[in-house]
């Protein structure tokens, strides 16, 4: 019977160290015992459980197939357009925002953002092939995907460090924001410059909600109201 | 000839606690937990499968499987053979996939004199499974020769099941109003480096009880209130020790409700008590947490409160709105929920199934019980205990690395001047 000289509890005969603080068992009259057997099994096993991959697999198949399907269509039906586009870039945009993640569940989250946003590009680059469309792609399309893509990006990679609260008031400035951003590129092509209107009526709104949740998060008093009543 | 008229296809609707076991099990999670007698001999692998075929058609709900239809998931009866004895691991309470077709939601194991049942928990509570336990074990000495009587949790193997064991004693005794909810804050969670999601880390302190139960006294309190004491002191010193923004330390602990609300099932019947202790607002001593502890597991229990929080949870499977919903949406909400309402309020849960009696003929082979719960849900440790006779065990099950919490509870009891032994399953020695 040997005890820890650290933790004061007895160890099991078959013990070379202390289980809880792994201090070595060295006691000279009483050696370790090496033939009995230890108190839990050594084997370990694992259970296989099932993954998502293959979902993934299937799903990503059953994509491939239709849009191989259309493309082979699209020969035949109406081949003066390229129509098959539209649905070959959609499930593409399908496979990144969906399927992708259930390959690469540990993906950093702004690397899916940035295959997301560049999925949504590539769509309407195909989009714009049909229809000849590279002047509004170049000068609405694209600034647009980069701007609401830089966006969430940010968000996303504020979000999981802040509370709650701060958390939804960046959501809602953020927003705001992409409502600024499509008003500045929609007007800048449209008639090139910027006359804010519906954006402006958006953002002061998200302005007043904001300014609403920071009062809260700051006094401690209305933050313990605000968790109580939402839960949070 | 007449036609023969075709059975109903038995099924069992879940139970509360049982939807949400089922909903939050997944690929990071599997609610396992593990309850072993530890004998005098070495078990007998034939004569124990002779007993456990003799013990399941007494259980039918312990023999099924987990369907998950479009709306809810259900239990259908499992018409393969067995389940069969295996040998046991090191890595004990391995996940399970609850709706897979090979799996099965009950394990029997045997490790030298150790045999061990794991359950998936949407089957049954630690009371029930106890229950089961109980009633295999006597099976298993009847083969050996022994005579056993029934009685003291054993059931009689030769009848069929009655109704009430299969009985949702949650739907039976909901009604009147519901318990309003109460916000909870976050609390403290003792944290490390994770472990591989096989892994299972379990640390064992054997304890004897009527030295405990001295201590106990002392201090003013059951074994219960001061294992729940210890543990919030142990947690209280490590959280200081951290020196992290200070939260409130509390424990989730299942309170069996077949004490108050008279049943006989074997299916889940528990709600949680929540003591705790906010360090923000000054220093306490051990004798302050200790009276703290006592005041407020006694404040819970409470029989109307109960009910209520029975009626309100019930309620929540009953609401049309939520029926009408796809399993495909309900689950994540469910996991969504589960995390902010029954993990981030709580610091880790202990559990103490109570005191394994058995007739004088089973008891004096059996050396001692143990239970364990299985994988954490996130990266942190549980714990449970449980008597038998002079023999107390209390088995922490962690998937970190760090062993700080094992280690201070114990030198805590060491310094409160009990004996403890202990045991562990790691075999990192650093």
Wanted: proline share 7%.
């Amino acid at each position: 019977m040997s005890y820890c000289v650290h933790c004061g509890v007895e160890l099991d005969d078959t013990a070379a160290v202390c289980p809880l603080c792994a201090t070595p068992v060295h006691d000279p009259k009483t050696p370790r015992d090496t033939v009995s057997p230890t108190p839990y099994p050594t084997r370990s096993s694992t259970v296989e459980l099932p993954g998502k991959g293959e979902l993934g697999l299937l799903v990503t198949v059953i994509l491939c197939a239709v849009a191989a399907v259309c493309g082979v269509l699209n020969v035949f039906l109406k081949p003066g357009r390229l129509w098959s586009l539209y649905v070959i870039g959609a499930l593409l945009t399908v496979w990144f925002w969906l399927i992708l993640p259930i390959f690469l569940p540990k993906l950093h989250r702004a690397v899916k953002v940035l295959l997301d946003g560049a999925a949504v590009a590539l769509y309407l680059f195909l989009i714009s092939v049909d229809l000849s469309g590279r002047t509004w792609y170049v000068g609405l399309a694209l600034p647009i995907v980069l701007a609401e893509t830089a966006i969430v990006l940010a968000v996303a990679l504020w979000l999981p460090r802040h509370s709650i609260l701060t958390s939804i008031t960046v959501l809602i400035g953020g927003v705001a924001a992409s409502c600024l951003c499509i008003e500045l590129f929609v007007d800048r092509f449209l008639t090139g410059r910027w006359q804010p209107l519906w954006s402006l009526v958006v953002t002061a709104a998200c302005a007043a909600i904001m300014a609403v949740l920071i009062v809260v998060r700051r006094v401690p008093g209305l933050r313990a109201w605000a968790r109580r009543q939402f839960h949070l | 000839m007449a036609k023969k008229k075709a059975q109903p296809e038995t099924w069992y609707p879940m139970d509360n606690a049982g939807v949400l076991y089922a909903a939050i099990s997944g690929d990071d999670y599997s609610p396992v937990y593990r309850i072993s007698a530890v004998l005098d001999k070495a078990v007998d692998a034939a004569a124990l499968q002779r007993a456990l075929e003799k013990n399941i058609p007494r259980f039918p709900t312990f023999h099924v499987r987990l369907r998950k239809g479009a709306f809810w998931y259900y239990f259908v009866p499992d018409d393969r053979p067995g389940p069969f004895v295996q040998e046991d691991v090191c890595n004990f309470c391995q996940p399970m996939d609850p709706c897979g077709e090979a799996t099965r939601l009950l394990r029997v194991c045997r490790y030298e004199n150790r045999v061990s049942i794991e359950c998936f928990h949407a089957l049954s509570d630690g009371g029930g499974a106890m229950v089961f336990f109980k009633t295999l074990l006597a099976c298993y000495f009847r083969e050996l020769g022994e005579d056993i009587p029934d009685g003291d949790g054993i059931l009689d193997v030769t009848e069929p099941p009655r109704s009430g064991e299969t009985e949702d004693a949650y739907r039976r005794y909901a009604g009147g109003r519901a318990a309003p909810r109460t916000w909870k804050q976050t609390a403290y969670h003792p944290t490390g480096t994770p472990e591989p999601f096989y892994t299972l880390n379990v640390t064992q302190g054997l304890l004897s009880v009527a030295q405990v139960k001295q201590v106990a006294k002392a201090n003013g309190g059951s074994i219960t209130e001061y294992l729940s004491a210890a543990l919030i002191w142990t947690l209280m010193e490590l959280q200081r020790r951290e020196g992290r923004k200070e939260r409130p330390v509390s424990l989730a602990i299942p309170i069996d409700l077949r004490r108050f609300f008279p049943t006989e099932t074997v299916r889940n019947f528990i709600l949680t008590a929540r003591p705790c202790i906010d360090p923000r607002l000054g220093d306490y001593t051990f004798p302050e947490v200790m009276e703290q502890v006592r005041y407020q597991l006694r404040l819970e229990l409470s029989r109307p409160l109960m009910k209520g929080s029975i009626t309100g949870n019930v309620n929540f499977q009953k609401n049309p709105i939520l029926k009408a919903v796809p399993c495909v949406l309900k689950d994540p909400v469910m996991k969504l929920s589960y995390r902010l309402a029954a993990i981030r309020p709580f610091s880790m849960t202990y559990t103490n199934p109570g005191i394994f009696k058995a007739p004088a003929p089973m008891a004096r082979h059996i050396q001692r019980v143990e239970a364990v719960l299985g994988q954490p849900y996130g990266d942190t440790v549980n714990c449970a205990s449980v008597s038998c006779g002079d023999a107390l065990s209390i088995s922490f099950a962690s998937n970190l690395k760090e062993r700080d919490v094992e280690r201070e509870f114990f030198r805590f009891l060491v310094r409160e001047g009990l004996h403890v032994t202990v045991l562990s399953n790691r075999s990192d020695p650093s």
